[in-house]
C-alpha cells in the first residue's frame, strides 16, 4: 500500500505543482492586414471561463492558477477568431511568462448573441442617459481646453495583383527594395510603403466663439511624390484628426457619418447591451453593440464602452462597412479611447484606418493609418481671444526634425520593425527613375504648373490651348515664379496668339507678401486679352468643366480688354479678410455694340468705352480653416459658420479716362446646414444693387446655361444674358439626400445612387434708362434683353440621381415662370462629371 501512495504521488506531483503555480501570459493582438493593434479585443483561456481585454495599444496580461489550458482565443468584432496554443514544457505544464504575438484576420461583423426579452431595449434606457447628457461630458463644450499632441500618418500600396506584379514599374520596385525586405499581411499579399510622416504639437480650443489653434513643434516627413515643405507639415497635426461621437454628424472624408450617440441614434441604430463589467480603477462600465438598420446607410458598425457614473462614453470602436454608400471603400475604422479629466471624457487616443479599394482591375489599393495621441490637458483655462488673431494653422521655425533620438523619446508607442524598415524602402523607392518620373507627373497635375528649372514654373496646362471661332487656334504660354525664386515675390506673366485672328494676347502681375501671419499681400498686374459678356471668372465659380467649354466653339459677346489693377489684401483677424483696390479697364468689342450716354440723342453713340473703380471687399468666415502653402494660402472652408462677404464699388468719372461715375454694393452669403440622416443642404444668397446710368456689360448679366452641362452657379435654363438688372436678390438651394430614398430597393440599392433636389430663385428689376439702352442697339443674332420683376421670382426647380457609375450626375430642371416666347426652355436635362466618394 505504501509504494502504491509513492507512486501516485510520482504520478500526480507536477500536476499539484501547476495547481499551487501563478501563470502570467502576456501578449499583443494585431490586425493581420493592417499590422495596428486591435484594441478591446477579448482573450481567453479556452475551455475556462477567464479571460481580459486587450489595452488601446492591443497588449494584454492573462493571470491564472490551478487551472491546465492548452490553448487562448482571441476574439474582436470584426475579425475572425484565432485561437493560438502555448507553450508547456516537458512535462505538460504551461510556461510561466510567455510572451505572445497573435495576429487575427478581419472578417465579417458578428454581433454577440443576446437574448431578446418583452419590453423596452435596455441599451436604450442607457443610451438616453448618453444623449440627454452629452452637455455635461462633452468634451466640446468645455470653455476652452488645451493638450499636447504626437500624430503619426502612414501610407501603404496593398493590393498588388498578378497582373500589377508584371508592369515594369513593380519589378523595378522590386528590385530596389530587394536587400531591405518586403512587407507583407497576412494573406502574403505584398504592401509597398507610400508615405509616413510623425509630428508634434500644441493644441488650443476655445468655445465661445468656437476658435481652434494649432502650433506644429516638430515633423517628420518621408513620402514618394510628397516633400517636407509647409504644406505637408501642416496638414499631419491633429486638426485634420479630430473626431466627436459626442456631435450628430462625424466628418469622415468629407462625408457625414450619423453618430451612434447622437440625435438620430434609434432610427439609425440598432443596440444590444452584451455586457457590464469593473476595471481595475473602481468604474462601471456597460459595452453596448451597434449596427445599421440599414447597412447601406452612412451610419457605423461596432460597440463603446459607457461610464455608468457619469453616462459618458468612454471607449468606441467603429467600422464603416464596403456596404456603405460610398465610393472606392473598403472600410473605414475608427478607434478611440477617451479618458475622465474631471466631469468630461477626453480623448486621449485616436486611431483612423482608411482601406481604399481599386478603383480598376488594373489599379492597387491604399491603405491610410491615422494615429493621434492626446496628453498633458488642461481644461476650462481658455486662452484669450487674441491668442488665435493669427490664424488656425503656425508652423514652429525650427519644425524639420531628422533626429532619429529626439523622435524616439516622443513616440507614445516604439516604431515596430515593419515601421522602421517602411523609412528605408521609401527612400529605396523614391531613387528608381521610372518612380521619379511618375512623381514629376503627379506633382504636375496636382499644381497644373511643369518647372522648368529651380523656381520657374510653365503653366497652367489646361489653358495652353483654346478652339474658338474668333482666334481659331489659340497658344498660350505662361509662366510663375515658385517659393526657390522667393519666398516674398511671386511673378506671373503669359502670352497668348490667335491663329486665325493673328492676334497677341498678354499679361504680367507682380505680388509682395509682407507678411504671412497675419496673411498680406499686394498684387499690381497688367493684361491684355479677350473676355466674353457675362462670363467673368467670379460668375462661372469653380466648374472648370464650364469655365472650359464657353471658351471653345462660337464666343458670346467677344471683346478686347486692357486691364491695369493693383489690390492689397489682409488678414484683419481671425476670419477676416479685408481686401482694396483699384482697376481700370477698356472695353473693345468685336462685335456690333453701341452705347448711348443720352438715350435720347443717338448721335452720343460710342462702340467702347473705359471704366475706373476702387473695389473694396470684406469677408467674414469664423471658422475657416486655411494653411499656407509656400507662396499660396490655401483656403479649406468653414467648419460650422457661414461666410459673408460684403463687396463695394466705386467708378470714378475722367479718372484714366473713365467714362462713367457710379457705385455697386453686393452682399453674399452661404453656408451649409446638416440634417444628420436626412442628408445636408448648401445654400448661397447674394443681393445687390447698381446705382448709376451704365452699359449692359457693367450691369448684372445674369449667368444662364445653353450648354447640356449642369452648372451649379447657373440658371441651367435661362439664356445667356437673358435677363438684366441693376438690383437683385437670388438664392440658390442644393440638397444631398445620398442614399436616404434608393438603399431602400433591394437591387437599386447595390448601385449605391444618389438623390438630390435643388431650387434657383432671383427677382430683380433695371431702370427704364438701364432698360432702353441695352435694347437701342439691335445686335444681329442676340435676343432682347429681359428684365425681371419683383414680385415674380425666376424660378427653377430640379432633381437628379448622382453616382451613376460612381461619377455620374443627371438632373432635370423645370423652369417655373417667365414662360412667354417659343424658344424659352420650360424644361431640360443636364449632365455633369462629379467624382466623389
Same mark, same amino acid.
Given at each position: 500500500?505504501?509504494?502504491?501512495?509513492?507512486?501516485?504521488?510520482?504520478?500526480?506531483?507536477?500536476?499539484?505543482?501547476?495547481?499551487?503555480?501563478?501563470?502570467?501570459?502576456?501578449?499583443?493582438?494585431?490586425?493581420?492586414?493592417?499590422?495596428?493593434?486591435?484594441?478591446?479585443?477579448?482573450?481567453?483561456?479556452?475551455?475556462?471561463?477567464?479571460?481580459?481585454?486587450?489595452?488601446?495599444?492591443?497588449?494584454?496580461?492573462?493571470?491564472?492558477?490551478?487551472?491546465?489550458?492548452? /490553448?487562448?482565443?482571441?476574439?474582436?468584432?470584426?475579425?475572425? *477568431?484565432?485561437? =493560438?496554443? +502555448? #507553450? $508547456?514544457?516537458?512535462?505538460? %505544464?504551461?510556461?510561466?511568462?510567455?510572451?505572445?504575438?497573435?495576429?487575427?484576420?478581419?472578417?465579417?461583423?458578428?454581433?454577440?448573441?443576446?437574448?431578446?426579452?418583452?419590453?423596452?431595449?435596455?441599451?436604450?434606457?442607457?443610451?438616453?442617459?448618453?444623449?440627454?447628457?452629452?452637455?455635461?461630458?462633452?468634451?466640446?463644450?468645455?470653455?476652452?481646453?488645451?493638450?499636447? /499632441?504626437?500624430?503619426?500618418?502612414?501610407?501603404?500600396?496593398? *493590393?498588388?495583383? =498578378?497582373? +500589377? #506584379? $508584371?508592369?515594369?514599374?513593380? %519589378?523595378?520596385?522590386?528590385?530596389?527594395?530587394?536587400?531591405?525586405?518586403?512587407?507583407?499581411?497576412?494573406?502574403?499579399?505584398?504592401?509597398?510603403?507610400?508615405?509616413?510622416?510623425?509630428?508634434?504639437?500644441?493644441?488650443?480650443?476655445?468655445?465661445?466663439?468656437?476658435?481652434?489653434?494649432?502650433?506644429?513643434?516638430?515633423?517628420?516627413?518621408?513620402?514618394?511624390?510628397?516633400?517636407?515643405?509647409?504644406?505637408?507639415?501642416?496638414?499631419?497635426?491633429?486638426?485634420?484628426?479630430?473626431?466627436?461621437?459626442?456631435?450628430? %454628424?462625424?466628418?469622415?472624408?468629407?462625408?457625414?457619418?450619423?453618430?451612434?450617440?447622437?440625435?438620430?441614434?434609434?432610427?439609425?441604430?440598432?443596440?444590444?447591451?452584451?455586457?457590464?463589467?469593473?476595471?481595475?480603477?473602481?468604474?462601471?462600465?456597460?459595452?453596448?453593440?451597434?449596427?445599421?438598420?440599414?447597412?447601406?446607410?452612412?451610419?457605423?458598425?461596432?460597440?463603446?464602452?459607457?461610464?455608468?457614473?457619469?453616462?459618458?462614453?468612454?471607449?468606441?470602436?467603429?467600422?464603416?462597412?464596403?456596404?456603405?454608400?460610398?465610393?472606392?471603400?473598403?472600410?473605414?475604422?475608427?478607434?478611440?479611447?477617451?479618458?475622465?479629466?474631471?466631469?468630461?471624457?477626453?480623448?486621449?487616443?485616436?486611431?483612423?484606418?482608411?482601406?481604399?479599394?481599386?478603383?480598376?482591375?488594373?489599379?492597387?489599393?491604399?491603405?491610410?493609418?491615422?494615429?493621434?495621441?492626446?496628453?498633458?490637458?488642461?481644461?476650462?483655462?481658455?486662452?484669450?481671444?487674441?491668442?488665435?488673431?493669427?490664424?488656425?494653422?503656425?508652423?514652429?521655425?525650427?519644425?524639420?526634425?531628422?533626429?532619429?533620438?529626439?523622435?524616439?523619446?516622443?513616440?507614445?508607442?516604439?516604431?515596430?520593425?515593419?515601421?522602421?524598415?517602411?523609412?528605408?524602402?521609401?527612400?529605396?523607392?523614391?531613387?528608381?527613375?521610372?518612380?521619379?518620373?511618375?512623381?514629376?507627373?503627379?506633382?504636375?497635375?496636382?499644381?497644373?504648373?511643369?518647372?522648368?528649372?529651380?523656381?520657374?514654373?510653365?503653366?497652367?496646362?489646361?489653358?495652353?490651348?483654346?478652339?474658338?471661332?474668333?482666334?481659331?487656334?489659340?497658344?498660350?504660354?505662361?509662366?510663375?515664379?515658385?517659393?526657390?525664386?522667393?519666398?516674398?515675390?511671386?511673378?506671373?506673366?503669359?502670352?497668348?496668339?490667335?491663329?486665325?485672328?493673328?492676334?497677341?494676347?498678354?499679361?504680367?502681375?507682380?505680388?509682395?507678401?509682407?507678411?504671412?501671419?497675419?496673411?498680406?499681400?499686394?498684387?499690381?498686374?497688367?493684361?491684355?486679352?479677350?473676355?466674353?459678356?457675362?462670363?467673368?471668372?467670379?460668375?462661372?465659380?469653380?466648374?472648370?468643366?464650364?469655365?472650359?467649354?464657353?471658351?471653345?466653339?462660337?464666343?458670346?459677346?467677344?471683346?478686347?480688354?486692357?486691364?491695369?489693377?493693383?489690390?492689397?489684401?489682409?488678414?484683419?483677424?481671425?476670419?477676416?479678410?479685408?481686401?482694396?483696390?483699384?482697376?481700370?479697364?477698356?472695353?473693345?468689342?468685336?462685335?456690333?455694340?453701341?452705347?448711348?450716354?443720352?438715350?435720347?440723342?443717338?448721335?452720343?453713340?460710342?462702340?467702347?468705352?473705359?471704366?475706373?473703380?476702387?473695389?473694396?471687399?470684406?469677408?467674414?468666415?469664423?471658422?475657416?480653416?486655411?494653411?499656407?502653402?509656400?507662396?499660396?494660402?490655401?483656403?479649406?472652408?468653414?467648419?460650422?459658420?457661414?461666410?459673408?462677404?460684403?463687396?463695394?464699388?466705386?467708378?470714378?468719372?475722367?479718372?484714366?479716362?473713365?467714362?462713367?461715375?457710379?457705385?455697386?454694393?453686393?452682399?453674399?452669403?452661404?453656408?451649409?446646414?446638416?440634417?444628420?440622416?436626412?442628408?445636408?443642404?448648401?445654400?448661397?444668397?447674394?443681393?445687390?444693387?447698381?446705382?448709376?446710368?451704365?452699359?449692359?456689360?457693367?450691369?448684372?448679366?445674369?449667368?444662364?446655361?445653353?450648354?447640356?452641362?449642369?452648372?451649379?452657379?447657373?440658371?441651367?435654363?435661362?439664356?445667356?444674358?437673358?435677363?438684366?438688372?441693376?438690383?437683385?436678390?437670388?438664392?440658390?438651394?442644393?440638397?444631398?439626400?445620398?442614399?436616404?430614398?434608393?438603399?431602400?430597393?433591394?437591387?437599386?440599392?447595390?448601385?449605391?445612387?444618389?438623390?438630390?433636389?435643388?431650387?434657383?430663385?432671383?427677382?430683380?428689376?433695371?431702370?427704364?434708362?438701364?432698360?432702353?439702352?441695352?435694347?437701342?442697339?439691335?445686335?444681329?443674332?442676340?435676343?432682347?434683353?429681359?428684365?425681371?420683376?419683383?414680385?415674380?421670382?425666376?424660378?427653377?426647380?430640379?432633381?437628379?440621381?448622382?453616382?451613376?457609375?460612381?461619377?455620374?450626375?443627371?438632373?432635370?430642371?423645370?423652369?417655373?415662370?417667365?414662360?412667354?416666347?417659343?424658344?424659352?426652355?420650360?424644361?431640360?436635362?443636364?449632365?455633369?462629371?462629379?467624382?466623389?466618394?
Amino acid at each position: 500500500m505504501k509504494r502504491l501512495y509513492i507512486l501516485v504521488l510520482v504520478l500526480y506531483l507536477p500536476f499539484f505543482h501547476v495547481l499551487g503555480q501563478n501563470i502570467t501570459i502576456t501578449g499583443k493582438v494585431f490586425d493581420s492586414v493592417t499590422e495596428d493593434p486591435v484594441p478591446f479585443a477579448t482573450v481567453s483561456l479556452k475551455g475556462f471561463n477567464v479571460g481580459t481585454n486587450t489595452d488601446f495599444e492591443g497588449n494584454f496580461i492573462l493571470n491564472f492558477e490551478d487551472l491546465l489550458p492548452d /490553448s487562448i482565443m482571441v476574439s474582436s468584432m470584426g475579425f475572425d *477568431k484565432k485561437v =493560438s496554443p +502555448l #507553450e $508547456k514544457d516537458s512535462l505538460g %505544464q504551461v510556461v510561466n511568462n510567455q510572451v505572445l504575438t497573435i495576429r487575427i484576420k478581419p472578417g465579417s461583423i458578428q454581433l454577440a448573441e443576446v437574448v431578446v426579452r418583452g419590453g423596452e431595449n435596455p441599451a436604450w434606457r442607457i443610451l438616453r442617459k448618453v444623449v440627454d447628457n452629452r452637455d455635461a461630458t462633452n468634451f466640446k463644450k468645455l470653455d476652452g481646453y488645451e493638450h499636447q /499632441s504626437y500624430n503619426k500618418v502612414e501610407i501603404d500600396v496593398n *493590393k498588388v495583383n =498578378s497582373k +500589377l #506584379e $508584371k508592369r515594369k514599374i513593380t %519589378q523595378k520596385i522590386n528590385e530596389a527594395i530587394e536587400s531591405v525586405g518586403t512587407l507583407t499581411d497576412d494573406e502574403g499579399g505584398k504592401l509597398l510603403p507610400m508615405f509616413i510622416s510623425e509630428s508634434v504639437s500644441n493644441y488650443y480650443y476655445l468655445n465661445k466663439p468656437r476658435l481652434s489653434k494649432e502650433i506644429i513643434r516638430k515633423t517628420n516627413v518621408k513620402g514618394i511624390a510628397v516633400t517636407d515643405g509647409s504644406l505637408t507639415s501642416q496638414l499631419i497635426g491633429s486638426t485634420f484628426q479630430q473626431y466627436n461621437f459626442y456631435d450628430n %454628424q462625424l466628418n469622415v472624408l468629407q462625408k457625414n457619418f450619423t453618430s451612434p450617440i447622437g440625435n438620430d441614434w434609434k432610427s439609425a441604430y440598432e443596440y444590444y447591451l452584451v455586457d457590464s463589467f469593473e476595471v481595475d480603477h473602481g468604474d462601471y462600465f456597460y459595452e453596448i453593440q451597434f449596427e445599421p438598420k440599414r447597412k447601406q446607410d452612412l451610419v457605423f458598425t461596432g460597440w463603446m464602452w459607457i461610464s455608468k457614473d457619469k453616462s459618458a462614453l468612454a471607449m468606441i470602436d467603429a467600422t464603416i462597412t464596403k456596404d456603405a454608400n460610398l465610393n472606392f471603400i473598403e472600410r473605414i475604422k475608427i478607434q478611440q479611447e477617451l479618458e475622465a479629466v474631471d466631469d468630461v471624457y477626453f480623448p486621449i487616443k485616436n486611431r483612423v484606418l482608411v482601406d481604399v479599394s481599386e478603383i480598376t482591375n488594373k489599379s492597387p489599393g491604399l491603405l491610410l493609418k491615422f494615429t493621434n495621441y492626446n496628453d498633458s490637458i488642461k481644461i476650462d483655462a481658455p486662452r484669450d481671444l487674441s491668442f488665435f488673431k493669427s490664424g488656425p494653422i503656425q508652423l514652429s521655425d525650427d519644425y524639420l526634425e531628422t533626429d532619429m533620438e529626439y523622435w524616439q523619446s516622443v513616440r507614445a508607442e516604439p516604431f515596430s520593425q515593419d515601421e522602421k524598415k517602411a523609412y528605408m524602402m521609401i527612400d529605396s523607392i523614391k531613387a528608381v527613375p521610372v518612380v521619379k518620373r511618375i512623381s514629376s507627373l503627379i506633382d504636375i497635375a496636382t499644381s497644373g504648373h511643369i518647372r522648368l528649372t529651380k523656381g520657374l514654373d510653365f503653366g497652367p496646362i489646361v489653358k495652353t490651348f483654346g478652339l474658338n471661332d474668333l482666334e481659331g487656334l489659340r497658344l498660350r504660354l505662361g509662366f510663375r515664379t515658385d517659393i526657390d525664386f522667393s519666398n516674398k515675390w511671386v511673378l506671373k506673366g503669359f502670352t497668348a496668339y490667335g491663329f486665325k485672328d493673328k492676334g497677341w494676347k498678354g499679361g504680367a502681375d507682380v505680388t509682395h507678401i509682407f507678411s504671412k501671419s497675419p496673411w498680406t499681400t499686394l498684387n499690381v498686374g497688367y493684361q491684355r486679352d479677350l473676355e466674353q459678356v457675362g462670363f467673368s471668372p467670379e460668375e462661372i465659380g469653380s466648374s472648370t468643366l464650364y469655365g472650359a467649354a464657353v471658351w471653345f466653339g462660337t464666343l458670346f459677346r467677344p471683346y478686347y480688354q486692357n486691364k491695369a489693377n493693383f489690390t492689397f489684401q489682409r488678414d484683419i483677424s481671425k476670419g477676416v479678410t479685408a481686401k482694396i483696390g483699384f482697376e481700370n479697364k477698356t472695353f473693345e468689342p468685336l462685335y456690333n455694340f453701341s452705347f448711348y450716354p443720352n438715350t435720347s440723342d443717338l448721335s452720343s453713340a460710342q462702340n467702347s468705352f473705359s471704366t475706373s473703380n476702387i473695389n473694396a471687399e470684406l469677408t467674414f468666415a469664423r471658422d475657416q480653416l486655411s494653411v499656407v502653402s509656400d507662396n499660396d494660402k490655401l483656403d479649406f472652408g468653414t467648419v460650422k459658420s457661414p461666410t459673408v462677404t460684403l463687396a463695394y464699388k466705386l467708378g470714378l468719372k475722367d479718372v484714366l479716362g473713365s467714362d462713367f461715375s457710379y457705385h455697386s454694393l453686393a452682399l453674399r452669403y452661404k453656408h451649409k446646414l446638416n440634417f444628420g440622416y436626412f442628408g445636408k443642404t448648401y445654400y448661397r444668397l447674394e443681393a445687390g444693387k447698381i446705382f448709376g446710368d451704365l452699359p449692359y456689360p457693367l450691369l448684372k448679366n445674369h449667368l444662364g446655361n445653353e450648354t447640356i452641362i449642369s452648372v451649379s452657379n447657373s440658371f441651367n435654363l435661362m439664356d445667356n444674358s437673358e435677363f438684366l438688372s441693376d438690383q437683385y436678390a437670388y438664392a440658390r438651394f442644393y440638397h444631398d439626400f445620398e442614399g436616404l430614398f434608393l438603399n431602400r430597393f433591394p437591387l437599386i440599392k447595390k448601385l449605391k445612387l444618389r438623390t438630390f433636389a435643388s431650387g434657383k430663385f432671383l427677382v430683380g428689376s433695371l431702370t427704364d434708362t438701364n432698360f432702353i439702352g441695352a435694347n437701342q442697339n439691335s445686335e444681329e443674332g442676340f435676343l432682347p434683353f429681359k428684365r425681371l420683376e419683383l414680385s415674380v421670382p425666376y424660378t427653377e426647380l430640379s432633381y437628379g440621381i448622382s453616382n451613376i457609375f460612381r461619377f455620374l450626375k443627371v438632373e432635370a430642371v423645370h423652369r417655373l415662370t417667365y414662360l412667354e416666347g417659343d424658344n424659352t426652355r420650360k424644361f431640360g436635362v443636364k449632365v455633369a462629371a462629379e467624382l466623389s466618394l
